[in-house]
């Protein structure tokens, strides 16, 4: 077989590329929080495909130059809905198409979202979540399009989804559909007063079923008594929880549950009211209940501090929040007085170790994946430095520098 000279000089090139990106990338930094607490200085992260292999002294010739900026491992955001955007009439639009758009522009609001929330430097999220999530995770997860790496529940489980049996059956066929977790709603939005919906039966059947099959289940729970009997069924995270009592909260603690309380939901709608306002049980009523709730989530986040519960991060973002996840960390310092290392170890490793990715992400350490985050400051001391984001890697590919 006889190539042209233009064929062998494209061929050559296309080595030449292979073999550069398959060089050593050597980041130089100065700070370096790892996700686990610790505090590492004047260190290169030197990462090869898509994962770090060292952390390394010396003076090495730097890919990229990080020094006076704080480096973390990437983001992880628990509970996001990237796929809800606001429309062409600036109103609020869910990911299920209310509004009337095509599938397509609802395909293109998710993945905008998911790529807005990656450059605010998330580089892992967990959708709870729409069917239009599945796609666009199979198609950022498969390097098509940008985003972050993308886990979701498709859908979720409500009181009116039946009998237990049937109810089961539902998390069967979740899982068939290429479901990463289970969402189910044990009690009532805060908009609606939080009470518990579904029964306890219908929850032991979800999170039962849910473990059975090798799935996490996470809970939609505001009131005590929905999410203890979350809890006691296996549920591994409980979501929100405005409305916790005392006993709860040490039942989390006790059973090692996973708890993500949020608080840039409430400021999101509350600063986006008009966009909100009308649509379902977007009612005035239920826009006091979440000003109530902000103050109640923050006393809530404090006693389970004291408990010493596993607190993950998780926005709940929804339309006008994608991009702003970083806020989580800031609401959580200011008003529910968990300290700066503490949220930042939150959003990366303990939201690793949620998601059972542990060992993969939400650590800088050598054999991990090259996410990785700097931002201008020091959030130590100010936490608003995470507003500041100005580098981005996720698996070893820079995203924003």
């Given at each position: ?5 233009k064929a ?7 080595i030449?590329v292979v073999c550069?990106?398959a060089?050593p ?5 100065s ?8 505090i590492l200085r004047n260190?290169n992260?030197?990462v090869e495909?898509n994962?770090?292999?060292r ?5 090495a010739?730097?890919?990229?130059d ?6 973390t491992?990437?983001?992880?955001d628990?509970?996001?809905h990237f796929?809800?955007h606001f429309?062409?009439?600036?109103r ?5 198409g209310?509004?009337?758009e095509?599938?397509?522009?609802r395909?293109?609001q998710a993945?905008a979202g998911a ?7 998330f580089?892992?999220?967990?959708s709870l979540?729409?069917e239009v ?7 950022i997860?498969g390097?098509?399009?940008p985003?972050?790496?993308v886990?979701t529940s498709?859908r ?10 049937q ?5 069967r066929k979740?899982k068939?559909?290429g479901a ?13 007063g939080g009470?518990?919906t579904m ?6 059947a979800?999170c039962?079923?849910?473990a059975a099959?090798?799935?996490?289940a996470?809970?939609?729970?505001h009131?005590?008594s929905?999410a203890?009997?979350?809890i006691?069924?296996?549920c591994?995270?409980?979501?929100h929880g405005a409305l ?8 989390m603690a006790?059973?090692?549950t996973?708890?993500d309380?949020n608080?840039l939901v409430?400021?999101?709608y509350?600063?986006?009211?008009p966009?909100f306002l009308?649509?379902g049980?977007?009612t005035?009523?239920g826009f006091?209940?979440m ?7 923050a ?5 389970a ?5 596993k607190?993950v991060?998780g926005?709940?973002?929804?339309a006008g929040?994608?991009?702003r996840?970083?806020?989580?960390s800031v609401y959580r ?6 300290a700066p ?5 939150s ?8 998601l059972r990715l542990g060992?993969?992400?939400g ?5 991990m994946e090259a996410?990785?985050v700097?931002?201008e400051?020091d ?5 608003t ?5 100005r580098?981005v ?5 820079v995203?924003?520098?």
């Open positions: 077989m006889r190539f042209s000279r062998i000089i494209l061929g050559a090139l296309a030449g550069a990106s060089q990338v050597v980041i130089k930094t700070v370096i929080l790892d996700g686990k607490g610790q260190k992260i030197v495909g994962r770090i292999v952390i390394s002294e010396g003076n010739k730097a890919t990229y990080l020094t006076g900026f704080t480096v491992p990437g983001w992880i628990t509970h996001v796929a809800q429309g062409a009439d600036g609020a639009i869910g990911g299920e209310a509004g009337g095509s599938p397509e522009i395909a293109l993945a790529y807005a929330t990656l450059q605010g430097g580089t892992t999220i967990q979540g729409a999530d599945g796609v666009t995770r199979d198609m997860n390097g098509r399009i985003g972050p790496r886990i498709l979720a489980i409500y009181k009116e989804t039946g009998t237990p049996e109810i089961r059956a539902f998390v979740a068939a559909d990463d977790v289970i969402k189910i709603f044990a009690t009532a939005s805060i908009r609606d009470a518990q029964s306890d039966d219908q929850i032991r979800a039962g079923e849910a099959l090798g799935l996490r996470v809970s939609h729970a009131a005590s929905g203890r009997a979350s006691l069924a296996g591994t995270a409980i979501e916790l009592d005392d006993a709860t909260v040490k039942l006790e059973r090692g996973y708890f309380p608080f409430w400021h999101n509350l600063d986006n009211k966009k009308g649509i049980n977007y005035n009523e006091a209940y000003e109530k709730a902000v103050p109640q989530m006393e809530v986040l404090k006693r501090i004291a408990h010493r519960v607190i991060l926005t709940d973002a929804v929040a994608h991009g996840n970083a806020e989580e310092v200011r008003d529910g007085g968990q290392m503490d949220a930042i170890v959003a990366t490793s303990v939201a690793a170790e949620s060992d993969k992400i650590t800088v350490a050598p054999g996410d990785l700097a931002v400051g959030p130590l001391k100010d936490i430095a995470v507003r500041q984001v580098f890697m996720k698996s070893g590919k995203y924003r520098q």
